[in-house]
């Protein structure tokens, strides 16, 4: 092959790709049910801590437990309760889907329509708790 | 030919091998089985404080005090107690074993254990010698019961 023809063969343009592909879980539901799992259990371990403190003043100090008590019972911790109920719900569902995968045959196939589940299961629990949560919180005495 | 007494295992026999306890295996098993039941206590706990009723505007110390002075509750209490403490004490353990290297994940573990360890200490001191209507409290503070005692 003269050089001449050899420069007319262009070489086939390869498209940069955009996302990385040929991976099941980079990205995908599996990972961020992990993230997700991940950032509410370290947040509801730190809450436990402060729960199990304040809790035990009812033991030594039954003024100053209603005193902390009181301020659970504030908006903006209203607001925070709903947040832990979120984070507790969606770590709690999600723990059963990972049983699921672990201790089903099935379980690893359907991992990804279960997370969708687990969605939607959280979604019904806020829906039941939310509008509850704020009745109490800024409804009256 | 000359008699020599060598012992040659079985094909197949199983190399002698020390017996260890696999924690790492109990750690796992122990976050499956303990989250199943604290779905549940967890779920029952919420119901309780959070949305029957008043909900959270409920709580305050003659409210924790009815519930204690039945020993359901204590029962209850201290499940979740141990439960999720050390439910949450693995979780922890895992991730600063993923994140943390050299010393400081020693650190890091050392006040895990100490936080751990204290506060079931605490918690259960606290379930074990509750008292519903300690002396020297104010009536309107505590619950009804404890006047008619």
């Given at each position: 092959m003269s050089t001449e023809a050899a420069a007319k063969i262009r070489a086939p343009k390869i498209k940069p790709l955009k996302r990385p592909v040929g991976t099941l879980y980079r990205g995908r539901e599996g990972m961020?049910?992990?993230?997700?799992?991940?950032?509410?259990?370290?947040?509801?371990?730190?809450?436990?801590?402060?729960?199990?403190?304040?809790?035990?003043?009812v033991r030594i100090w039954p003024e100053g437990y209603n005193v902390v008590i009181e301020s659970y019972k504030t908006p903006i911790m209203g607001l925070g309760e709903i947040g832990l109920v979120a984070a507790i719900g969606l770590h709690a569902l999600n723990g059963l889907r990972i049983i699921a995968i672990d201790f089903?045959?099935?379980g690893p196939r359907i991992q990804r329509?279960?997370?969708?589940?687990?969605?939607?299961?959280?979604?019904?629990?806020?829906?039941?708790?939310?509008?509850?949560?704020?009745?109490?919180i800024f409804g009256g005495e | 030919m000359t008699s020599t007494s060598t012992s040659i295992p079985l094909p197949g026999a199983k190399a002698p091998r020390r017996r260890r306890v696999n924690w790492e295996m109990w750690g796992w098993l122990y976050m499956r089985f303990s989250g199943v039941l604290l779905?549940?206590?967890?779920?029952?706990?919420?119901?309780?404080?959070l949305f029957l009723g008043d909900g959270v505007k409920a709580i305050d110390f003659a409210f924790v005090a009815g519930k204690l002075a039945d020993?359901?509750?204590?029962?209850?209490?201290?499940?979740?107690?141990?439960?999720?403490?050390?439910?949450?004490?693995?979780?922890?353990?895992?991730?600063i074993n993923d994140y943390a290297r050299g010393r400081l994940r020693v650190v890091f573990l050392v006040l895990l254990?100490?936080?751990t360890v204290s506060l079931l200490v605490l918690g259960s001191?606290?379930?074990?010698?509750?008292?519903?209507?300690?002396?020297?409290?104010?009536?309107?503070?505590?619950?009804?019961?404890?006047?008619?005692?």
């Open positions: 961020w049910s992990w993230v997700l799992h991940r950032i509410t259990g370290v947040a509801i371990f730190f809450f436990l801590l402060v729960h199990i403190l304040d809790t035990s003043l089903l045959r099935i329509l279960m997370f969708w589940i687990v969605i939607a299961l959280w979604a019904v629990l806020l829906a039941g708790f939310v509008p509850r949560q704020l009745m109490h | 779905v549940v206590l967890i779920f029952g706990h919420l119901l309780v404080n020993p359901f509750w204590i029962v209850y209490d201290m499940l979740l107690l141990w439960l999720a403490l050390i439910h949450g004490a693995n979780g922890m353990r895992t991730i254990a100490a936080a001191l606290v379930l074990t010698t509750f008292n519903p209507c300690p002396t020297g409290t104010p009536a309107d503070l505590l619950p009804q019961f404890c006047s008619t005692l």
